[in-house]
């Protein structure tokens, strides 16, 4: 039985699986999109995702200091530390949280494994709130439109004025 037991454990020990989720994790800060597994992007959703929040709480620069501090034991990586503090933390600072995104790719066809692509949200230029809508021309097509309702009125009492008269010539 596994009561209690929520955590994935990625069929590995406890060493191994925290290497794995911190070089996961300052990949995924550096690159903001990463390819892996479906059960190793849930993951790692739950481990970044508290690391991005400790960005956030800048109150006063022994706060700023003390969650350098706390991110670098975690990830061990100053390049991604320094990425996540200057750029990432700033863009997410208004996020209440959800700062990750998981998409699923399909399976891989050595091992039939799920893979799933997991990216850092505000860093989505096809999703997010960069794109323009309104800089894009309107779409055309080809099929016509019925009429609206207002201009339908008056072409229907045309046909109707007009249906008489051609009736008349065939008679004659």
């Known amino acids: ?50 690391l991005i929040t400790k960005t956030k709480k800048n109150e006063s620069a022994t706060q700023i200091s003390h969650n350098h501090r706390l991110v670098f034991a975690e990830l061990q990586d100053k390049i991604a530390v320094k990425e996540l503090f200057t750029v ?22 050595g091992d039939n494994a799920e893979k799933a692509m997991i990216e850092l949200v505000d860093f989505n230029e096809i999703y997010g709130k960069g794109v323009d ?17 207002a201009d339908a009125a008056p072409v229907a009492e045309a046909a109707v004025v007009e249906a008489p008269a051609t009736e008349e010539k065939a008679a004659d």
């Open 1 to 50: 039985m596994r009561h209690g037991d929520k955590i994935n454990n990625l069929g590995r020990k406890k060493a191994h699986r925290i290497a794995l989720l911190q070089n996961l994790a300052s990949q995924l800060i550096t690159h903001k999109r990463i390819v892996t597994t479906l059960a190793k992007a849930k993951a790692l959703r739950t481990y970044v995702e508290p």
């Open 88 to 109: 990432v933390g700033p863009k997410v600072a208004s996020r209440p949280g959800g700062y990750t995104r998981i998409l699923k790719l399909g399976i891989r066809p």
């Open 133 to 149: 809508k309104a800089a894009e021309p309107a779409k055309k097509t080809r099929r016509g439109r019925a009429p609206k309702k």
